[in-house]
C-alpha cells in the first residue's frame, strides 16, 4: 500500500508525528522496532517497571538481599515491562486508524523502505511520500577514559551471575535514574550524578526508591575521580548519546549521520533528502531541536501537508470511520 507518511522508529516525538498524522487525516504506518527502541520508549518502560515495583513494595521485595538477585532476572522484568509499553502504544495507534508494522527498517530508495521481521527475518516493503525518520537515541560509554577508574556500560548491569554491591551511574537523564533506581530496589546501594534540573521526574521516583542523587555541574567531564569512590562501586558510564541510524542504508538516499548518528535538518527537520524527515534525539544539528516534539510534529507536519493532493483525504477520513 502506498502511504503518505511513514514514521520509523517508538521516540516521543515519533509519537506525536503518528498522532499528528492521523488527526490530518493522512493515510499513515508507523514502523516500530523489535528490539532497538528508544532512549524515550526505555524511559517509559523504566518508570512503569520501577513504579509497579515500588506500588507493591513489600511483595516484591520480600526475601531480597544485596546480591540475592540475579541480573537475568531484572533483564527479564525489564523486557516484559518494554512489551507492555509497546503493546500499548500500539493499541493507541490501532485506535487512530495507523497501521502498525513491527521490524527493522531500511531504506530501498528515498520513498520506500524494506522491513524485516521476526526470527525468519521475513520481509515487506512499504512505500510512502515522505519518510519520518523518529528512532531517537542509546545511551553508551563516553570514548574516553575516567582517569584510571575502570567503567561499564549499560547493558552489562544485566550480564554475569550477580548484582554489583554497589552501583554509581553516570548522566543518561531518564534512563539512568531509571536503572538506578531499578537495581536500588533489588538491594545495590546506587549512586546517581546527574545535572541538576535535568529530568526532574525520574529523579523523584530514584531517589524514592533509595537512591542518592548527587548534582554535579561537571557531569559531563568529570575529572575528580575522587567523587567516584571507586572502591566501593562499579562505575556505570551512561553519558554519550548515539542515534539509532547505522541499519537504515541512509547512504542509499544521500544522508550521512554525524559521528555520534545524529541527523542534520532545516528547520522544517527535512534532511536534505527531499521527503526524508529526521525528529526527536535523532536530530543532532538543527537549532529548533528544542522545541518540544509535539511542536515538531506540528512543524514537520505542516511542510508535508502542502505535497500531499487534497483528493487524499476523503478516502483516509472514510478509512478511519470504518476502524473506529
Known sequence: MQYDIAVI?????????????????QRVVAILPESRHSAWM???SLRRLVSNILADRSEANQGLRPGSARPRLLKSLLARSVA?????QIVILDGLGIDVVLGEARFVARNELAVSAGIDASRSVIRASNVVIGTGVRYTSMHRPLGLIP?????SLFEGVRLAESL???GGGGV?????????LFGVRSQLLARENHGAAMLDLARTAGVQVVFHPAELGIEQDSILSPERSDIVDCRRALGFTENLNLSVIGIEPDENGQLWCASSFETWSSGVFGI???????????????RQAERV??????????PHFPQARARRSTVS
Request: glycine share 10%.
Open 168 to 170: 554509581c551511574i553516570l
Open 151 to 155: 567503567y561499564h556500560r549499560p547493558e
Open 9 to 25: 522508529g517508538n521516540d516521543e516525538a515519533a509519537f506525536r508525528m503518528l498522532c499528528a498524522g492521523a488527526a490530518a487525516m
Open 301 to 310: 507536519l505542516h511542510r508535508i501537508i502542502h505535497r500531499i493532493p487534497q
Open 84 to 88: 507492555d509499553e509497546v503493546a500499548e
Open 176 to 184: 539512568g535514574a531509571g536503572l538506578a533506581a531499578l537495581f536500588s
Open 280 to 294: 526527536g534525539e535523532v536530530v543532532g544539528f538543527s537549532p529548533d531541536t528544542a522545541l518540544s516534539p509535539g
Open 42 to 44: 526505555m524511559e517509559q
